[in-house]
């Protein structure tokens, strides 16, 4: 199997530009990382198209154009540390270790956590780090972080996570109100979380709370 299949990943950077994608950091990002390894056998023809992929524990790999609008609302740097919550596979996690200067990600499933860990170190992807934890706790251990992102959705807004944001520091999250789900993008300042805009209307699963499950 290539790892990267040129001619589908051409076409999904198109998309992500049609999308408003424009950040040409993030697309590279995307480019480069093979997202066909994170998707499971049977669902490897859709490896490259714009849509949900199913993966274990009854999750789902997220639209690549929705982690393209999400990074690229992050603005991640060079020098930056992010924190994810919500690993998932580890797709988005390894787009985010070509931008930052270290990840960390937080997965609930043990069967998740266990996956995305033997394909980073496939990929020799030595920049993030893994834990198999609640992710609304955050990692109060490794904070203060400059950027924190969720992948799945929450009901209330993230002020516990923000706490872990340097001043200045940016988090992007789907939040849920009123039976409506948006991704909201908030920033610290000082003392204070504001939310500074909203991407849009998503569908992403909401993020369970709880502790860590061994699935």
């Known amino acids: 199997?290539?790892?990267?299949?040129?001619?589908?990943?051409?076409?999904?950077?198109?998309?992500?530009?049609q999308a408003g994608v424009m950040d040409n950091r993030v697309l590279s990002a995307i480019e480069r990382t093979p997202r066909a390894i994170f998707?499971?056998?049977?669902?490897?023809?859709?490896?490259?198209?714009?849509?949900?992929?199913?993966?274990?524990?009854?999750?789902?790999?997220?639209?690549?154009?929705?982690?393209?609008?999400?990074?690229?609302?992050?603005?991640?740097?060079?020098?930056?540390?992010?924190?994810?919550?919500g690993t998932g596979v580890g797709?988005?996690?390894a787009v985010l270790s070509l931008l930052a200067k270290r990840v960390y990600?937080?997965?609930?499933?043990?069967?998740?956590?266990?996956?995305?860990?033997?394909?980073?170190?496939?990929?020799?992807?030595?920049?993030?780090?893994?834990?198999?934890?609640d992710g609304l706790d955050g990692l109060s251990d490794h904070a203060?972080?400059?950027?924190?992102?969720?992948t799945g959705a929450i009901s209330l807004?993230?002020?516990?996570l923000a706490q872990q944001l340097n001043s200045g520091g940016i988090m992007v999250a789907p939040?849920?109100?009123?039976?409506?789900?948006?991704?909201n993008v908030y920033k610290r300042i000082e003392n204070q979380v504001e939310k500074l805009t909203t991407l849009g209307p998503s569908k992403f699963l909401p993020l369970i709370i709880g502790a860590a499950?061994?699935?």
Do not use: W
């Open 175 to 183: 939040v849920e109100k009123d039976g409506f789900q948006h991704i």
């Open 144 to 150: 203060p972080f400059d950027r924190i992102i969720l």
């Open 39 to 85: 998707v499971p056998d049977e669902y490897r023809d859709m490896a490259y198209d714009n849509r949900q992929v199913p993966i274990a524990c009854g999750q789902e790999l997220s639209l690549p154009v929705m982690v393209g609008r999400m990074v690229q609302a992050l603005d991640v740097q060079a020098e930056h540390s992010v924190l994810e919550v």
């Open 1 to 17: 199997m290539d790892i990267v299949d040129p001619f589908r990943s051409a076409r999904l950077i198109l998309e992500l530009r």
């Open 105 to 133: 990600s937080i997965e609930r499933f043990r069967t998740l956590h266990d996956m995305a860990k033997d394909t980073m170190t496939s990929l020799e992807l030595n920049n993030v780090r893994l834990f198999h934890a």
């Open 213 to 215: 499950r061994e699935l």
């Open 91 to 93: 797709y988005q996690a």
């Open 157 to 160: 807004a993230p002020y516990k």
